[in-house]
């Protein structure tokens, strides 16, 4: 029912930045929640930032906070994620996620509490 489309990956050195983009399209649906979640070779997929989409509320994983900036429009139904003074340990392939039920409060970082998922996109950050 939901398609979400990413963008905005690519190569950056150390200290640079990028923005990533994921537009959801489908029939119709609601979204409650729109989040990032990534993946560094040989780890498990690991939360990074999501958005309610019907309020303002954010939430960060901690390795992320003060560097990296999650926000949507709802008019486009996209999220974007800005990553800021960027580490090589952010590289990884970066999955947007949606979710389109209501959830308990607190059910965000999971990867469970997301009902569809992008196909990724890699942001490798060399030194």
């Known amino acids: 029912q939901v398609q979400l489309a990413e963008a905005g990956g690519g190569l950056v050195q150390a200290g640079g930045s990028l923005r990533l983009s994921c537009a959801a399209s489908g029939r119709m649906f609601s979204i409650y929640a729109m989040g990032w979640f990534r993946q560094a070779p040989g780890k498990e997929r690991e939360f990074v930032a999501t958005?309610?989409?019907?309020?303002?509320?954010?939430y960060y994983a901690d390795s992320v906070k003060g560097r990296f900036t999650i926000s949507r429009d709802r008019a486009k139904n996209t999220v974007y994620l800005q990553m800021n003074s960027l580490k090589p340990e952010d590289t990884a392939v970066y999955y947007c996620?949606?979710?389109?039920?209501?959830?308990?409060?607190?059910?965000?970082?999971?990867?469970?509490?997301?009902?569809?998922w992008g196909q990724g996109t890699q942001v490798t950050v060399s030194s």
């Open positions: 996620a949606a979710r389109t039920y209501r959830a308990s409060s607190g059910y965000y970082s999971a990867k469970s509490a997301y009902n569809y």
């Open positions: 958005i309610s989409w019907s309020g303002d509320s954010t």
